[in-house]
């Protein structure tokens, strides 16, 4: 389970995340009467997908012995407003001594992430007002 704590005041649009002992921006460019102190929230949800990706890739090439040496994950996030649809691209470059083999299976890895997983299937979120 995660708990993340996100709070704002009379900022445009700066908002104060807390995840456990961590703190992050978030903020919307200049152009949206933000501040631009930080990702806006879409950022930070294709930043997610990214780290996700990254790690858990990692992890699995560390566990197999495969010679990863770095990976990089690009993700793009378009949402239309107009449409209330969300197209996520995410290409992945990887390096090291990599057969094509292991390239595949680093690939399928990628699409097993959890935040991946968490994208692709039904989401419920329930909203109550605290006190």
Known sequence: MSEITASITRDHYRVSIQARD???IADEPKENEGTDL???PHELLAAALGACTCATVRMYADRKGM???GLQAH???VWDKEKNTTEIKRDITL???LGAEDRARLLDIANKCPIHKALTNPIHIETN???
């Open 67 to 69: 010679a990863l040496d």
């Open 75 to 77: 993700i793009t996030l």
């Open 22 to 24: 961590h703190s992050i």
């Open 129 to 131: 007002l605290s006190n």
């Open 95 to 97: 390096t090291g001594s």
């Open 38 to 40: 930080g990702p806006n």
